[in-house]
């Protein structure tokens, strides 16, 4: 009998140990000297796609192609890059919130350019105080410090890993920071602890667990390798550099048709490819449309800021930290894949090429660009940034487009039916003339490493580092802030008395029936139609 207890006994704490062990490397983030986000899915994810990393051969663009000959997916809602970030936003969003509330920096992608890992980590959710000691921490990449380079903006940090990590031989599996207990704890705007954080009196080495990352970089390679893009009607592959290229981006949540809507104009008027980042349940991709031009990706990360923390340690301001970081994913893949021009804009927002000021077409420009030029050379949107580019490019960092906003008037009929750009009311006046306000910019990508809704920061290599504001009447952008209210100004306070506002219909008469051709059409994953202009 007393063998059995002692057997039963020894079988009991086996059992525990076993558990406690178990559920150790299921933790995620634990203040210790040296702890690590676990993901043992993406470990084996890793092993399924990539067993060439044990002996790879070739360098960069042709390591990356080895991976995977498969063509690219042709549903959004199956496609490997779409089942990468869902991954993401199931391991990861849990961990996200969590580094929230405790006052960390937030890893949230990697970029690999030219075989250099590059860690994208926000820190908009950040109060000054505890920001400014996290830039302050020793960096590494796979326990290699030496040779790291942190990249610090103002609500985003880039860590360019040490060289000697090469992205065609090894994968990144682990970014770590070490900092004194004290940058590891909340603090209030003026710096004081706060109380409920337990007191920490060590150095203290925080790891997260890249592995997923890294394979979702290395699809994002692969679905793009290839992509053909538009350029005066022949095709052209998104390696020749010798091709102008030109991204959008827009972090959305929402009417999935009018995200396609946006996209479709967009695309009409010169961008190659439009990057959608769905922030929002993805819901198996139902009414996201597919087109070649388009690339939707789930990126539901709205959940962490949706709840009122009502924190004095946490930024005011955090519900956009994720809108912050899906713009600078855009801008380091565009960075990567080596195009032009990007622009961070949302789906309310519509650029625009103004070609009904026939009084004074393009004055404004023609004179900043130089002489022998006429309007025909500006006249679009990719001649302008090409003409824009040769002439005083070297100058400027990126163009600063005004935001003039639109909606309805005193004999508005819309419905639901009709486009976004059928709003046709503004404020009177020229548009030339109004004050700059709510702007959004058009990027120079080798030169910009950051970009924050309306500002943006300049890579030291380049010597132009401001913007260029672009005359409204000439280049703009048309904003239907919740058109339906009316025509918005004093930042979205007021809307204007109908007294003080006129039609401008420049846009609907050029693009509107283009917009309708490109949306009639049935598509793989929903069906959209609008109806004729009422």
Known sequence: MQRHRRRFLIIFILAFFTHVIRSFFKSYLVITTNTTVNNANAVSRWNETATT??????????????????????????SALTSCWLDIEKEFVPLFAEWHMQCKPIVYSIKIINEIFYVLIAVHHLLPPTKHRWIEGKYACNGVSDGSTLMPYEYNMVLECPRSINASKAVLESVSVTVPAYTARCNDRNGNLNKKIAA???????????????????EDIRHHEGLVINNGGRNSSISDHNVPKKGAHAVFMGDRQKAFEWAAYYHLIGFDHIWIYVNEDWNNGKGLVHKDYITWIPFNFKKIWLSNYNRTEISKGSKETFRIAGQNDGLWRAKRMRMDWFTAMDVDEYIHINHSNTKNTFNSSLE?????????????LPKLLDTFQERIGEKYAGIRMNSIFFGSGPTTNHTKNNLEIDYDW?????????????????????????????????????????????????????????????????????????????????????????????????????????????
């Not at 390591?63 to 809602?77: C, M, R, V, W």
């Not at 080495?205 to 990352?213: A, K, P, R």
């Open 53 to 78: 990393m044990k002996n790879p051969e070739g360098k960069g663009e042709e390591f990356y192609k080895s991976l995977s000959q498969t063509e690219l997916d042709t549903h959004p809602q199956t």
């Open 368 to 380: 900043a660009f130089g002489k022998g030029l006429s309007a025909s050379n500006i006249d679009t």
């Open 426 to 534: 503004r404020q009177k006046g020229n548009p030339g003339v109004f004050h700059f306000e709510r702007w959004k910019l058009l990027l120079n990508v080798t030169c910009n490493n950051y970009v924050a809704i309306h500002s943006q920061h300049t890579d030291k290599s380049c010597s132009g580092n401001t913007l260029w504001s672009s005359n409204a009447n000439d280049l703009r952008f048309n904003h239907y802030k919740a058109p339906s209210n009316g025509v918005y100004w004093k930042f979205l306070k007021k809307v204007h008395s109908p007294d003080n506002v006129e039609r401008d219909t420049s846009m609907v008469d050029e693009y509107r029936e283009k917009i309708l051709i490109e949306i009639r059409s049935d598509s793989t994953t929903g069906t959209y139609t609008k109806s004729s202009h009422q």
């Open 200 to 218: 920490i009196d060590h150095n203290v080495d925080i790891t997260y667990n890249t592995t997923l990352f890294d394979v979702c970089e290395r």
